[in-house]
């Protein structure tokens, strides 16, 4: 099937925008899992309690 409407072209302004976003977007997830102040890091690297 072929297609029938051509792919838009992005300007070089809407590729910097969503480099910038994706950027960011990427920081907001990653950032919190590498942080030595973050829960997650505290929970995984604390000692097991015996029971």
Known sequence: MARTKLS??????????FVAE???LHKSIVQPLLSPTSNHYRASNAPMKRC
């Open 8 to 17: 838009k072209q992005l300007s070089q302004a809407e590729i910097e925008r």
């Open 22 to 24: 994706a950027e960011r």
